[in-house]
């Protein structure tokens, strides 16, 4: 089974930097990155959004 790969775009609502990451989607419909928390040490506010590869 090949899942499906995505470029996902975080960017931190406390600071305004923004990353660039690939991701997958889980079974339940949630995107995984391994993104865990912003330079600004914000783990909570993201504005995320996805396109796909």
């Known amino acids: 089974m090949v899942k499906e790969r995505l470029k996902v775009t975080i960017r931190c609502n406390k600071c305004g930097e923004r990353y660039t990451l690939r991701g997958t989607v889980t079974k ?7 993104f865990k928390r912003c330079l600004c040490d914000n783990d909570k506010d993201f504005k995320i959004s996805s396109d796909q590869f």
Do not use: D, M
């Open 28 to 34: 339940g419909g949630k995107l995984e990155t391994g």
